[in-house]
């Protein structure tokens, strides 16, 4: 990854050393060595697969804890779209917005409205891009596809929308009006997200593209929804605070960032294997007649995201309640329009292949272990049992090249070799040295060379 910290972690103390991770991790970033889990940073896309299927709950995410909001005077929430849908009786944003004013923020900043900004931008600008490139626009919203490109499917990079995501826009139009609001000065205030999985967390911390870090913490969704709980029961006549329609709300579901923009020439899929197909597709030409591709890692969009509490369909079903109840008005609403440029939401920088560069810094060198893995490949099963503590043969044979694995390590090479000990012990059962053996010599007593 472009930065070796990540917001996903092992307890190792609770790690039995079963193979449950490796098997779903779509980076190959885990092995199992001497009964326990280990995540290669290098390889990690902070995707929360692990976490889902760990059984016994060693992976877990790092948010920040609420005690960082005691370092600023002034508190914004940036709550995600996902947010609304984890409370079953809600049937108004503005309940959810207050209930944050209520416990220990003092002002809210949609993110629904920043993402309304961001699909205006994408809108205008998709035309000109899909000219300049084969094959369709990869939406950048989720940073887990964006790692996921970055290692797997390098060649993808240019097809990536190098724009800003909805959350980091957000936070820098919070805190440009909350200095207008209360006269503080910027490092006076802080901005905190609201996160639904992983690897929001760490793209917050370590933003794709741009080197500032806008936002000043970045919480669990769950973490949250505990506190916000018996607020959010309590609240009959909830404040006026929200400013985005369901166009910003639809972005916590699979599809809706495409809906948003109006784009009919548009795939969306969800679920990392489903990605991976799609990526695939593009990947072959097969999706050249497309002008826009949305690629959620976690099922059914962010509001599976593996911090969120509700089951992710019926958040979805909550959050389409909600929206159809919302002024049309508010979809047209934005950001603060001297945000909305080229200049400010652009990258300023493209994230570098990881393909090679795990395997070694200099390019030449990474080149001639990827053909050294390609030999070492054929000479193992390609069955991907798992056995050897790696995912994949594939797999293996780069932790052999990169000298943290030896051959026998795969049980079919160690049950050749031992057939090849066998032999030869087989063969030097019977066998004793000339002066031992009976019948070295002739019954007239000459030797028999």
Request: charged share 25%; net charge neutral.
């Amino acid at each position: 990854m472009h930065k070796a910290t990540h917001s996903v972690t092992l307890e190792s103390e609770k790690c039995k050393g079963c193979i449950n991770c490796i098997k779903r991790c779509p980076t190959g970033a885990i092995r199992v060595r001497n009964s326990k889990a280990a995540i290669l940073s290098d390889h990690c896309i902070d995707c929360g697969e692990c976490i889902r299927v760990c059984p016994n709950y060693a992976k877990k995410a790092i948010s920040d804890p609420l005690s960082v909001m005691k370092n600023y005077k002034y508190k914004v929430a940036l709550p995600a779209p996902t947010l609304c849908g984890q409370f079953k009786k809600v049937r108004d944003v503005n309940i959810v917005l207050t209930a944050l004013v209520k416990v220990d923020f003092d002002d809210v900043f949609e993110v629904s409205l920043a993402a309304q900004s961001i699909s205006d931008y994408t809108k205008q600008i998709l035309p000109e891009l899909r000219e300049k490139l084969r094959g369709p626009v990869i939406s950048s919203a989720c940073p887990v596809i964006v790692n996921l490109i970055r290692i797997r499917y390098p060649s993808l990079l240019d097809n990536v929308l190098k724009v800003l995501a909805p959350v980091e826009l957000a936070a820098i139009a919070a805190r440009k009006q909350a200095v207008k609001k209360t006269g503080l000065k910027p490092s006076e205030i802080g901005v905190f997200f609201i996160s639904p999985c992983p690897a929001k967390i760490t793209a917050s911390k370590y933003p794709l593209g741009f080197d500032n870090v806008e936002i000043d913490g970045i919480f669990s969704m769950t973490e949250m929804y505990k506190k916000l709980l018996p607020v959010v029961e309590k609240i009959e006549k909830p404040l006026d605070l929200a400013s985005a329609g369901v166009r910003g709300l639809r972005w916590s579901c699979a599809g809706g960032e495409g809906k948003a923009m109006d784009e009919d020439l548009f795939v969306s899929a969800d679920g990392i294997d489903n990605v991976i197909r799609v990526l695939e597709e593009i990947d072959n030409d097969k999706l050249d007649s497309v002008r826009f591709v949305e690629l959620n890692a976690c099922a059914a969009g962010c509001v599976g995201g593996c911090l969120t509490v509700e089951n992710p369909f019926v958040a979805r079903a909550r959050l389409q309640r909600i929206g159809s109840a919302m002024d049309d008005d508010k979809c047209r609403n934005s950001v603060d329009e001297t945000l909305i440029n080229s200049e400010t939401l652009d990258w300023k920088s493209t994230p570098n292949s990881a393909l090679t560069l795990r395997l070694d810094s200099d390019r030449s060198e990474a080149m001639r272990k990827l053909a050294l893995i390609d030999k070492i490949l054929t000479e193992l099963p390609g069955i991907d049992c798992g056995s050897c503590g790696a995912p994949s043969c594939e797999a293996h044979a780069e932790d052999m090249v990169m000298g943290k694995a030896v051959d026998i390590d795969c049980v079919f090479k160690l049950r050749e070799r031992m057939g090849v000990l066998f032999e030869e012990i087989n063969k030097l059962h019977d066998y004793l040295p000339p002066p031992l053996t009976p019948d070295t010599r002739q019954g007239d007593g000459s030797s028999v060379l």
